[in-house]
């Protein structure tokens, strides 16, 4: 009996960790753009403390680790995770783009989810917001209905035509 258990903890284990490995966190906000605008996908902008913020880990370990998740935002989204740790080292590059940010999004608690979609007015990036939440109980299914409901209201700018040239 023990290694019947030994052996679904280990398989649910390698489960989770196989299914998170698809998932792309991208730290600088300039490559999630591009992304963003070549893919016609809106950005999420997860404001976490990840070193000490409770309700980050728990947002985490019950939403973003889960298969329903990483299925929904590897077709929907571009990830961005904006952190700010207490104890895990930082660049000041990276520190002072995500404190801009912050800054940008008045973010007044952790986590906090920003869905965007970036614009660009007079050569400057602007942020469209689709919505915002943050923790909500009730697993992946919940939380992924919110989400969904912001997403509804993305529409993705019109492809460039390409010129046709004459032969």
Same mark, same amino acid.
């Given at each position: ?12 284990? %390698? ?5 998170? $490995? ?11 753009? $591009? ?7 809106? %950005? ?14 728990? *947002? ?7 298969? $329903? ?12 995770? *904006? ?8 660049? /000041?590059? *990276? ?5 801009? %940010? ?27 917001? %689709? ?19 912001? *997403?509804?209201?993305?529409?993705? /700018? ?10």
């Amino acid at each position: 009996m023990k290694k019947i258990i030994l052996a679904f903890l280990l398989l649910t284990g %390698l489960q989770s960790l196989q299914a998170q $490995e698809g998932l792309t966190w991208h730290t600088d906000i300039n490559k999630a753009i $591009e992304l963003s605008r070549s893919e016609q996908k809106p %950005l999420f902008l997860f404001f976490t403390g990840s070193d000490w913020c409770g309700w980050c880990i728990r *947002l985490q370990t019950e939403v973003f680790k889960k298969p $329903e998740f990483i299925q929904w935002a590897k077709e929907k989204v571009i990830l961005v995770e *904006l952190d700010f740790p207490r104890r895990t080292p930082q660049t /000041d590059a *990276l520190r002072q783009q995500n404190m801009q %940010l912050q800054q940008v999004f008045q973010v007044r608690g952790y986590p906090s989810v920003y869905l965007v979609k970036p614009t660009e007015v007079n050569g400057k990036t602007n942020f469209e917001q %689709l919505g915002q939440t943050g923790y909500v109980a009730g697993g992946p299914e919940k939380w992924l209905a919110g989400a969904n409901e912001m *997403l509804t209201r993305y529409v993705p /700018d019109p492809k460039p035509k390409k010129d046709k040239k004459k032969a």
